[in-house]
């Protein structure tokens, strides 16, 4: 008893100082709390899970490096108590010691938390908690996590004589675990992909937000950070029984870590281009008809070329794509290169810009396509100019079950403008329905913007802004109406990162709509149109850089900037709800993509380009 009592004594003197520092660091950190300027509600997230990683390392790095280094392991291991209950003492104290941290600083938040004070501009704004996660729940998942880095080091420690060496081991450890190893324990055990989502921070009015979602999977998730640090014991007692006097030198510890670096930095420039998929066939563009957008119907995949042009190619083998024809008319009545394309029946209809005075203007060219192999350029009309602004694109051009759809920026306004079919197929203005007013209708640099995605199925069409999910009945199109109008909560706006349209895709009877931050996909039921239904929420990991959104088949597919090169990348929607993240496919300048018939069809601006969906 007194042996154990002596352990106890050793071990607790050396762990309380640094749990008293860190307590006396989250006063400090509560008191500040209350100046405004100190803007606390802004940033305690990263401070705490800052702190949680400092702590663990700083419990970890000594346990057993320090007492080797000292000489006194070996002192401690000839006592009557087994080496097995030194170490395990030694790592139980540490976690203790952690877990109070945890404590302490999650108190910070919790106590008084009404009191919470936002910085000065912010002072107006209310004080609100959006599906508040106790206390108990937040210091448990956080604890969880930061046990199993403790864990790591806890590890390093035991094989190395010198507690830097140990950190050093300890993050490789850690930087294995998550590059390496994550991924083929979450195709074992599927059900902890679904990360349990826990976000914190201040939306653009100021409101504290606390969120957490499925709460089953949140406490699977805890418990199975815990058994990888109750694995990660197991794994330091066992190195310490058969490896008693083995070191880790300096050397060694750096040729691991290099090994590492390459190993890393191979996943993360050379990964997407070595598990790039050569393209099934690659049909090259004709001279002066650069590729822009794409259109997929029927085995037939129709593009608009440079000048307002179209060209038609044959699907029914994509190994052997054959270009059939392609027309353009006969002077420049639109403008551009990239112009956007839909096909009704045997028509196909191009949108763009023209150039002129008192602004430029938006028009539409036809085509008839009934003989792909000798398309005909049936004519154009023009959409009224705005003279309130100038603007160079059209934010939305398809096909509804009634005629078509155009979402364009008007005036001080983000508008939906609906086209009747006339007799010969030519478009016939119908109504127009206002989707939002817009403050800067130049935008910040004058620049053109995308205001919203759109997608359209069949009288409806889904329109996603900065704050809301509008719904448009066009079922009438000299009718328009506004059948519904959606508020997403954004716990920060995506202007914050210089963004302001949220993705959106609808696939049968779900819609799935980007959440800005934290970043997921909300999913909605649409087998009531009007009504959608929230069901569930996938963890998105957005970036600045993805561009479009399509879902076909529970399967999402993005464009997204790599470097100079544009990458389509995957995710696969599993039935427990999760985005597993599939490889991507890189090349340059992607500009559009659909999928149709187990391909992947994508246009950059010389060729057309087809891929299995085995990537």
Known sequence: MSAWYALLWKEGRETLPKVLVAGALAVVVYLLRHDADFNY?????????????????????????????TGTLSFLLDKPVAGATVLVVKFLMGLGGLLVVALVAWATVYIDLASLAVEQERLAYKLVTVQSIDYAAMVALSFAQFSLLYALVFIGSVATDHPFKGVAVGIALAVVLGVFLTGPALALFPLLNRYPLVAIGLDDQGHLLRLATDSARFWVKVLANLALTAAGLVVAVVFLRRYREVMLSWRAVAMGWGAVFVAVLAIAYGGPFASQQTPAEVLAAPDEQHYGDLAVQGGLAYMSTRQSGIAIADLS?????????SARPESYVLWGGSNAICVVDSLAYVVGQRKGLPSDSLGVVVFDVSDPVAPKYKGYRMFAASKARKFRYQQYWGATDSGLLLVREQGNALVAKAFALDAAGMPVAGDV????????????????QHRCDVSVRGSRAYIATERELVIVDMADVRALREAGRHTLESFRPRSYYNYNRRLLAT???KLYVERFWPGELVEFDISHPDQPREVGYLPWSWSHDIRSLQVVDGVAYSLVQWTSDIAVRKWTIAEYGALIKGRSLVGPGFHALSVANEYLYATRHDALLAYRLNF
């Not at 802004?42 to 080797?68: H, K, N, P, Q, Y």
């Not at 083998?317 to 024809?325: A, I, K």
């Not at 329905?433 to 053109?448: L, R, Y």
């Open 41 to 69: 509600a802004a940033s305690f997230a990263e401070l705490i899970t800052g702190s949680l990683a400092v702590m663990a390392i700083v419990l970890a790095m000594d346990a057993i490096a320090r007492e080797r280094s």
């Open 317 to 325: 083998n994509p190994q052997q794509m054959r270009l059939l024809g």
């Open 433 to 448: 329905q206002e989707i939002m007013p817009i403050s800067d209708p130049v935008g910040d640099s004058g620049a053109w």
């Open 507 to 509: 696939d049968g009877d």
